[in-house]
């Protein structure tokens, strides 16, 4: 069996070129719009399913779309004025060529799977099945281009589909567990204290509301750094660490504020300078936070 098409041109090596074109874009569009993928977990328990859509645009590399391809002779049509050729892709020579391909990143997923099921650390393991997924999404194209291939043979893949799908509920079960106990010394009026709450809770941590059962604890000392008197300077700064209930440091940040701000108070200087240390804390911290969890 065959996949097949047509392309035509004003000369033989047009009408070949015009033909695989379009035999790539129909593999590319195939593969593009089968990987709008929904990928669903259920809950342990019998509770209600807990759904994730994954959407990617594949841009099919050029290598693939010119993968195993053959042609017809081309012929001219004399009352068109045209050159025409047919491109194609024969099903058994292409899956015996294609196959150690989707074998490579299943080999690729199912390390990482590996690598992120052994990591004892909640904030570790959920990073690292975050990371899978991307592999995971890389596997899922090899397979629906296979499909496209020969669909018999690509069902024997369909226990590493179910592997896929099961990312969404072990990457929820690792989050979950993310829950941070902040606490946060030298804060005048709360600004620093509200700002590091938002960005835990931006990159999905739960900020506990005792510290009794957190897995992790925030710490961020904050240092007013003031210099004379009336009227005093200031440029504070904070030390920040987020450390897991077995007392490892998992990331760790010093913040300052490089303008001096000036009042003729202590007060006023600190009522002044905190929200802009709390700025800088939130891009900073928010920063480290999106590397630490591959965002």
């Not at 959920?126 to 596997?139: D, G, I, K, L």
């Not at 509920?169 to 989050?175: F, G, T, V």
């Amino acid at each position: 069996m065959f996949h097949c098409l047509r392309g035509s041109g004003d000369s033989a090596e047009k009408a070949k070129t015009d033909a695989a074109g379009a035999l790539a874009r129909y593999f590319q569009m195939t593969v593009s719009a089968n990987l709008s993928t929904t990928l669903q977990s259920v809950t342990s328990g019998g509770a209600a399913a807990e759904q994730t859509t994954v959407t990617d645009t594949v841009q099919v590399s050029s290598d693939v779309q010119l993968f195993a391809l053959e042609y017809t002779e081309p012929y001219y049509a004399r009352k068109e004025a045209r050159w025409y050729c047919v491109a194609y892709i024969e099903r058994e020579k292409a899956w015996a060529q294609y196959q150690p391909t989707v074998e490579n990143a299943k080999t690729e997923f199912y390390a990482l799977k590996s690598h992120a099921a052994a990591e004892s650390d909640p904030l570790s393991a959920w990073a690292a099945y975050r990371r899978v997924q991307e592999s995971a999404q890389s596997f899922l194209e090899k397979l629906e281009f296979a499909r496209i291939l020969d669909a018999q043979k690509e069902a024997a893949y369909a226990p590493d589909r179910a592997a896929v799908s099961e990312l969404p509920r072990l990457i929820a079960a690792e989050q979950e567990k993310c829950t941070v106990w902040l606490s946060v010394t030298g804060d005048y009026a709360s600004p620093v204290t509200a700002a590091l709450a938002q960005t835990l809770a931006k990159h999905g941590l739960t900020v506990a509301k005792s510290r009794d059962g957190a897995a992790y604890t925030a710490d961020a000392a904050i240092e007013t750094n003031a210099a004379g008197s009336d009227p005093v300077s200031v440029y504070p700064s904070l030390d920040f660490a987020l450390t897991s209930a077995g007392g490892k440091t998992v990331y760790a940040a010093q913040v300052k504020v490089a303008q001096k701000t000036v009042a003729y108070t202590l007060e006023n200087a600190q009522k002044k300078a905190f929200p802009l240390l709390a700025q800088q804390a939130d891009a900073d911290i928010g920063a480290g936070l999106s590397e630490l969890l591959g965002n």
